[in-house]
């Protein structure tokens, strides 16, 4: 089977990897891939923000399947181009991909199906959005509409922070602010596959966006993740009634049918399971967790998702535990260096490395184990064979499961 993969991250060295693992015959077109994953397949100089090289390069090859990885040429509406031409794809329409590229859309979305989400405006004026951040009884939390790849919101602890987050989205020309109130719990990632009427969750992951160990410091593109986590049957009964049920729902109601991955980010909060966002595609690094532990193939089950039919798909998982931690280079997030390529430690079954590129988040260094500290422990041993001087890792990782404490 020949599969075109779009994107040249660790998510999609993850996916390569596993499509490779299932099926040592498929054929892999990976626009562009990257150095590290250039073993699992064909490396095609395309690169995921060139839409119309794309389309060109999906026409001439006409794969059987093409999965869209990251968030941009979503938006940009790759998988209608492609759906056009009659090529099967993993990945939503533009328009049902605004779920992720514009927050107050979403929010809106949330609110029109009673989707349960923290309050909110949305803004297009800075002094107007002033106003009401100064009206707020507690400092609001500040997200840029667009897309920012994750480092658009601001969760500050003061108003003055607040304010000065306000200021610097706004000195953007034809910038939008959503302010929503700060919610309080712990995050989890929910991962669905939708077909455009069904959608079947996969094991809940968490991720680490904060830069630095405990939680301290910048929002980055994700600093380790793990899976999976085990939430108590009624909560994750609720996730799939309140929140991913009516989703797809509503975008199939409004005329915009999901099919692709679906990635509600969630707080736990005491009042029960809260959207954070929502995200058009895998998260980043949840992946590289959640797809060893992932038992059945994976192409047929993305296959389901693009022609409609997930309800006849059997998904079947590994026991145990997955944990994920991200080496970045020296200066990520402000200013990260480019490094040469590293010398990696030799492959082990049940753990992997997925690299992502020379600069900023350079590789997911991935393992399985029984319970969660003995994937820790050994996701830590690869990580520490690997020698870059001033580079950076939280080592704090699956330090305890967020769902127990
Ligand atoms: P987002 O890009 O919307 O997922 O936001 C990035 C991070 O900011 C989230 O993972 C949360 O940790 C935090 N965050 C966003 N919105 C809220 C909120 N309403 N209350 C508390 N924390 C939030
Ligand atoms: N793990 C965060 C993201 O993929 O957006």
Same mark, same amino acid.
């Given at each position: 089977?020949?599969i075109?993969?779009?994107?040249g991250?660790?998510?999609e060295?993850?996916?390569?990897?596993?499509l490779?693992?299932?099926?040592?015959a498929a054929?892999?077109?990976l626009?562009p891939?990257?150095?590290g994953?250039?073993?699992v =397949?064909?490396? &095609?100089? %395309?690169?995921a $923000?060139?839409?119309? +090289? @794309?389309?060109q390069l999906?026409?001439?090859?006409?794969?059987?399947?093409?999965?869209i990885?990251p968030?941009?040429?979503?938006?940009?509406?790759?998988?209608d181009w492609?759906?056009?031409r009659?090529?099967?794809?993993?990945?939503?329409s533009r328009?049902?991909?605004?779920?992720?590229?514009s927050?107050?859309?979403?929010?809106?979305?949330?609110?029109?199906?009673g989707?349960?989400t923290?309050?909110?405006?949305v803004?297009?004026?800075?002094?107007?959005?002033?106003?009401?951040?100064?009206?707020?009884?507690?400092p609001?939390?500040?997200k840029?509409?667009?897309?920012a790849g =994750?480092?658009? &919101?601001t %969760?500050p602890? $003061?108003?003055?922070d +607040? @304010?000065?987050a306000?200021?610097s989205?706004?000195?953007?020309?034809?910038a939008?602010?959503v302010?929503?109130?700060r919610?309080?719990?712990?995050?989890v990632?929910?991962?669905?596959?939708?077909d455009?009427?069904?959608?079947?969750?996969?094991?809940?992951?968490c991720d680490?966006?904060?830069?630095?160990?405990?939680?301290?410091?910048?929002?980055?593109?994700?600093?380790?993740?793990?899976?999976?986590?085990?939430l108590?049957a009624?909560?994750?009964?609720?996730?799939?009634?309140?929140?991913v049920?009516p989703?797809?729902?509503?975008l199939a109601?409004?005329?915009?049918?999901?099919r692709?991955l679906?990635?509600p980010?969630?707080?736990i909060?005491? +009042?029960?399971?809260?959207?954070?966002?929502?995200?058009?595609r895998f998260?980043?690094?949840?992946?590289?967790?959640l797809?060893p532990?992932?038992?059945?193939?994976?192409?047929?089950?993305?296959?389901?998702?693009?022609?409609?039919?997930?309800?006849d798909?059997d998904?079947?998982?590994?026991?145990?535990?997955?944990?994920?931690?991200?080496?970045?280079?020296?200066g990520?997030p402000q200013a990260?260096?480019?490094?040469p390529?590293?010398?990696l430690?030799?492959?082990?079954?049940?753990?992997?490395?997925?690299?992502?590129?020379?600069?900023?988040?350079l590789?997911?260094?991935?393992?399985r184990?029984d319970?969660?500290?003995?994937?820790r422990?050994?996701?830590?041993?690869i990580?520490?064979r690997i020698s870059?001087?001033?580079?950076?890792?939280?080592?704090?990782?699956?330090a305890?499961d967020?769902?127990t404490?």
């Amino acid at each position: 089977m020949k599969i075109l993969l779009v994107g040249g991250g660790a998510r999609e060295h993850a996916l390569a990897w596993k499509l490779r693992r299932d099926d040592p015959a498929a054929e892999l077109l990976l626009a562009p891939g990257n150095a590290g994953s250039a073993p699992v =397949g064909r490396a &095609v100089p %395309v690169p995921a $923000t060139d839409v119309a +090289a @794309l389309v060109q390069l999906a026409t001439e090859e006409r794969p059987a399947l093409t999965i869209i990885g990251p968030e941009g040429p979503l938006a940009a509406g790759l998988a209608d181009w492609l759906r056009d031409r009659g090529l099967a794809v993993f990945g939503p329409s533009r328009a049902a991909a605004e779920i992720e590229w514009s927050k107050g859309w979403a929010k809106a979305f949330m609110r029109r199906h009673g989707i349960p989400t923290a309050a909110f405006e949305v803004f297009d004026g800075l002094s107007e959005a002033e106003r009401y951040v100064l009206g707020q009884a507690q400092p609001p939390v500040i997200k840029d509409d667009a897309l920012a790849g =994750g480092k658009g &919101v601001t %969760v500050p602890d $003061t108003m003055d922070d +607040a @304010l000065a987050a306000l200021r610097s989205i706004f000195a953007r020309p034809g910038a939008r602010v959503v302010v929503e109130e700060r919610l309080l719990g712990w995050e989890v990632s929910a991962h669905a596959l939708v077909d455009g009427q069904s959608a079947r969750l996969l094991p809940f992951s968490c991720d680490y966006k904060r830069v630095g160990d405990g939680d301290q410091g910048e929002n980055t593109g994700g600093m380790g993740a793990y899976a999976p986590v085990q939430l108590p049957a009624g909560l994750r009964r609720r996730v799939e009634e309140e929140i991913v049920r009516p989703a797809v729902a509503g975008l199939a109601a409004e005329g915009r049918p999901y099919r692709g991955l679906l990635y509600p980010g969630l707080m736990i909060t005491a +009042a029960g399971p809260r959207v954070v966002e929502f995200n058009a595609r895998f998260g980043d690094p949840e992946t590289q967790v959640l797809l060893p532990l992932l038992a059945s193939p994976l192409a047929p089950v993305l296959l389901a998702c693009a022609s409609g039919s997930l309800g006849d798909v059997d998904l079947r998982w590994h026991e145990g535990v997955c944990c994920g931690v991200v080496l970045a280079s020296p200066g990520y997030p402000q200013a990260p260096l480019t490094v040469p390529a590293l010398a990696l430690p030799p492959a082990e079954e049940g753990a992997a490395i997925f690299s992502a590129g020379t600069t900023g988040r350079l590789l997911t260094a991935v393992a399985r184990g029984d319970t969660l500290p003995q994937a820790r422990r050994r996701a830590y041993e690869i990580l520490e064979r690997i020698s870059l001087p001033g580079g950076r890792y939280r080592t704090d990782i699956a330090a305890y499961d967020r769902a127990t404490g």
